[in-house]
């Protein structure tokens, strides 16, 4: 994909940013508005990790190609000019093989300014370092960076996201559509703006869309470690899930320490526990509108609870 076809993807996004979402509990995790404690710079990059994508196509003239899905994964490192540089490949529905659309990028990740830098023509005698693309010091210095927060005019403010492997620091714009959030990127800042979803990966951030025809947009529904555990999730972006606007109204969850709490207006339905690791250590139908789950035999960890159309992220300690 050439630089301009970024440029003009970028352009057609921005056209819609009018949108605005409803703000809401965070997806698999949840956000403070100011930092509580000092954290330490989480670095976004190791072999073996993985940002999951579903591939929609976004159109709006024609009849809409079912989804597809990708996975952009740090497939190796190398040393450069004395820097340790990570290389990310795509790949579209479960193939291993660069596929269709693909990036295949070397990018360092600069931990003590807290940026990221693309470095163009690997393989070529002038090979440099083009682009800083996320600056999370400096925003109006990282290419996309700049482009998620400062093509609006909104405020942007610190906070601490709870992900399933801890608390990342973060950066959300006050219309909280989206955050930046160190080791994982631009995430969904709610559940309740699936249906203004936001498109983009880590090279190009697209807003909530674009106009016309555009084919297949990313949109980040997981993203997992080097070792496989899920560290970030948001159910209702999976391949084949529906943007419609839910009702997030209607049912009411509290952890505790022994325990998860649902109310609801309506029968519950199915209720499923999974580990970060993936594993399901609880799968059930309620037919009631109030369900207990005793979380005390579980092993210390984090946890994904799904029911009634919503996602909530717990520990166990």
């Known amino acids: 994909m050439t630089r301009s076809t970024i440029a003009i993807l970028l ?3 921005f056209a819609s940013l009018g949108l605005q979402a409803k703000s809401g509990a965070s997806a698999s995790g949840n956000a403070n508005d100011m930092p509580d404690q000092t954290l330490q710079y989480t670095p976004m990059f190791e072999v073996g990790k993985e940002w999951r994508y579903t591939q929609r196509d976004y159109v709006i003239y024609r009849p809409q190609r079912p989804d597809r899905s990708s996975v952009l994964r740090v497939v190796d490192k190398i040393e450069f000019e004395g820097k340790e540089l990570f290389h990310l490949q795509s790949f579209w529905d479960g193939g291993e093989e660069p596929g269709y659309s693909c990036w295949d990028e070397y990018l360092w990740e600069d931990a003590e300014n807290r940026r990221i830098m693309w470095l163009a023509n690997f393989d070529k005698p002038n090979a440099r370092f083009e682009m800083c693309l996320w600056n999370f010091n400096d925003l109006k210095a990282g290419e996309q ?8 005019p909104h405020t942007v403010s610190e906070c601490d996201y709870e992900a399933l492997d801890g608390v990342h620091k973060a950066l959300r714009s006050d219309e909280d559509q989206h955050m930046l959030v160190e080791g994982l990127g631009v995430i969904a800042a709610s559940d309740t703006q699936d249906y203004y979803p936001v498109y983009g990966d880590l090279f190009q951030f697209m807003g909530p869309g674009c106009s016309g025809d555009c084919g297949y947009l990313p949109l980040l529904y997981e993203i997992a470690d080097g070792d496989g555990n899920v560290i970030y999730s ?3 972006a999976r391949p084949g899930a529906s943007l419609d606007a839910p009702d997030f109204t209607e049912t009411t ?6 325990g998860l709490e649902i109310v609801s207006g309506k029968e519950i339905g199915d209720v499923t526990v999974v580990s970060a690791a993936g594993a399901t250590v609880f799968n059930g139908h309620v037919a009631d509108t109030r369900f207990v789950y005793a979380t005390d035999h579980l092993l210390p960890g984090g946890y994904i609870l799904r029911a009634n159309g919503n996602t909530r992220k717990f520990t166990v300690k």
Not at 145 to 152: A, G, I, N, R
Not at 253 to 258: E, F, K, N, Y
């Open 145 to 152: 960076s700049k482009q998620l927060f400062y093509l609006s």
């Open 234 to 236: 948001l159910d209702s």
């Open 11 to 13: 352009a057609m996004a």
């Open 253 to 258: 969850i509290t952890v505790s320490d022994g």
